[in-house]
């Protein structure tokens, strides 16, 4: 149950928000936002229609049951925010074990085929891999690798010095280490992702289906209520502002820095009136997903570049990037996607 001291709670938070600009629901950044203002303007029209004269809505919908549904909102908003830092921290770490997997396996193979005469080898060995290599092969190459260096390491012709190392120092333990890095951190990926399509299934379900169609039921009941000049008139919250116009989206350009080793990314200026900052957003990947994007920076409307290596720290590593211009009534508008694959001490740009 619900109790009076959160209710009170919702009634002071949303007296402050009714000073601050007009949101959108639809919005995950402002629906939270949105949907407690509602709370507390019921709240207010509530007291002030005095007790047993409350506003109704249908299927018991009450104040209670609202704030509880807000509540929960917020809830799976922030669980949506906590496993997408996940899956940022889970890609990180899949990037950085298949680097190490594409040169340590790579560097092995090449030995191998050197002295393939010698240990008979060479029939086994696995094609070199790449950083394009995908995660079923690479762990395939990995697995056949570490079973070939487990023979050598037991050969006693004197062909080579055992246990083998590779030339920076690298042993079959590490590499060991690696292919289970490297499976785990691609496990936890796919299971965030599962997860996260499931939250933001039941997010938007309770959006959708429950909130939104009670508030629409509220607005009406306060029409019905209240003549146009009253101030629960005048103060309804509304889903949107129809009035405000959208921003051009900026065309984005950029490439991969060889000095600072980072991302430098350059826009066109937006020319909206009311432009308030623009936001840089990305995820990783060569596809943007908007389910999965996350705010690099929110910079000043007058900056137009912008240097980043986040997500980029190992070679291999893919972001997708655009830049958002964001207008003081936040409208938005995402610019063109671009990707950025880093292959060495340099990458690849392309579009998205």
Not at 276 to 299: F, I, P, Q, W
Not at 304 to 331: F, P
Request: aromatic letters at 8%; charged letters at 20%; one cysteine or more.
């Amino acid at each position: 149950m619900v109790s009076l001291a959160l209710i009170s709670c919702v009634l002071i938070v949303w007296r402050h928000q009714m000073k601050a600009k007009i949101m959108y629901i639809d919005t995950i950044k402002y629906s939270v936002s949105i949907i407690s203002s509602f709370d507390g303007h019921r709240g207010e029209a509530d007291n002030y229609l005095g007790t047993g004269h409350e506003i109704r809505l249908k299927n018991n919908y009450t104040l209670a049951t609202q704030v509880a549904n807000t509540a929960n909102y917020t809830d799976l908003v922030y669980r949506d925010g906590e496993l997408r830092g996940d899956l940022r921290n889970a890609t990180a770490q899949r990037d950085k074990f298949r680097e190490s997997l594409v040169a340590h396996c790579g560097q092995f193979i090449q030995i191998m085929s050197y002295y393939s005469d010698t240990l008979g080898a060479e029939r086994k060995l696995p094609k070199l891999p790449t950083l394009s290599t995908g995660q079923v092969a690479l762990s395939q190459i990995a697995t056949t690798v570490i079973s070939i260096w487990t023979q050598v390491n037991e050969d006693t012709s004197g062909a080579l010095e055992i246990p083998l190392v590779l030339r920076d120092g690298f042993t079959l333990v590490k590499l060991q280490a690696d292919l289970v890095g490297l499976n785990g951190a691609y496990n936890l990926m796919v299971e965030k992702r599962r997860a996260l399509a499931i939250l933001r299934q039941q997010r938007v379900t309770l959006l959708n289906d429950i909130i939104k169609p009670r508030l629409r039921e509220y607005r009406t009941k306060i029409k019905v209520h209240f003549p146009k000049n009253h101030w629960l008139r005048t103060s309804l919250p509304t889903f949107s502002t129809p009035s405000a116009s959208s921003p051009d989206a900026v065309v984005l350009s950029g490439a991969w820095d060889t000095n600072t080793l980072k991302a430098t990314l350059q826009w066109s200026a937006c020319a909206h009136p009311e432009l308030d900052h623009y936001e840089v957003r990305a995820c990783s990947g060569s596809v943007y997903k908007t389910a999965e994007d996350y705010n690099l920076a929110t910079l000043p409307k007058d900056q137009l570049t912008y240097q980043t290596d986040a997500g980029l720290a190992a070679m291999g590593s893919s972001i997708t990037l655009k830049v958002y211009a964001v207008t003081k009534k936040d409208r938005t508008a995402g610019s063109n996607g671009l990707n950025i694959t880093r292959t060495s001490s340099s990458a690849v740009a392309r579009a998205a």
